[in-house]
């Protein structure tokens, strides 16, 4: 009996178009799916400076209150806290929903947070103290909950720097230990909060609660995943 071997589908004549157009559908639902999440990306970095951009209308239109600069101050100072929450919170929301999507907005959040916070720190020196460095020496040893704040920042500097793929790539796994202070530093700036409110300290309690529900997610995962 003579066994007849069918031809090898890629290198039959209508094998190969039917892999071809299989090859180029592949490719072009993964250039939309790419689209779609630079598309994504860019409506989040935008709705991301909104606050931005209503603080400078606010600005411009005189509509800050009777204390502008504190107003200006206190806002983009709340801004830089949910943002680097949020960023926090994208590893629990991973974790629950067991898609990695969430990840990829990480950066983009830091630097949100980063960004709101060097405006806040920029507030604190150009309006507050009128760029004099000699107010700065003398007025941030006086007020602990400064030194937090600059404490914060300092933190955040570091971590804005290395977010890149460059980074990540040479740094290997100090990368992650390095990329773990961004949970002291929300702790550090939560207590910056903490530490000046004087009566109602309902809000930064709120936010010391939700970063406590955070961390313990990821806690109970690291056990779980050890346990496994
Ligand atoms: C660059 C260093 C920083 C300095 C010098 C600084 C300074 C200050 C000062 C002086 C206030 C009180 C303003 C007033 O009572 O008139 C304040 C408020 C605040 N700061 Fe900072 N800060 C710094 C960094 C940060 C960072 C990194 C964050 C968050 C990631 C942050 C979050 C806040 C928040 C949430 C408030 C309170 C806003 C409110 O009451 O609504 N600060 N900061």
Not at 198 to 204: A, G, T, Y
Request: some cysteine; proline content about 5%; aromatic content about 12%.
């Amino acid at each position: 009996m003579i066994l007849k071997i069918p031809p090898n589908p890629p290198f039959s004549k209508g094998g190969a178009r039917c892999y071809l157009t299989i090859l180029f559908r592949a490719r072009s639902l993964m250039m939309s799916a790419r689209n779609n999440r630079r598309i994504l990306k860019f409506l989040i970095v935008f709705l991301g400076l909104v606050p931005a951009l209503l603080l400078v209308r606010a600005t411009l239109n005189d509509q800050l209150g009777a204390n502008p600069i504190q107003t200006l101050h206190f806002r983009l100072g709340d801004w830089a806290l949910r943002f680097l929450l949020i960023g926090l919170a994208l590893t629990p929301i991973k974790i629950i929903t067991k898609q990695a999507s969430p990840l990829r907005y990480r950066r983009m959040m830091g630097l949100l947070a980063f960004f709101y916070a060097s405006l806040h720190g920029l507030v604190y020196v150009a309006l507050d103290l009128s760029w004099s460095w000699t107010a700065f020496i003398d007025e941030v040893p006086k007020s602990p909950y400064i030194v937090l704040g600059l404490l914060t920042y300092l933190l955040l500097v570091p971590l804005a720097i290395t977010s890149t793929k460059y980074f990540k790539k040479r740094l290997g796994r100090r990368w992650f230990s390095l990329h773990k202070l961004v949970y002291v530093a929300a702790l550090t700036a939560c207590l910056h909060y903490l530490w000046l409110v004087k009566l109602d300290v309902s809000q930064p309690l709120l936010y010391i609660g939700l970063l406590g529900i955070l961390v313990s997610i990821r806690i109970v995962k690291f056990y779980r995943n050890r346990g496994a």
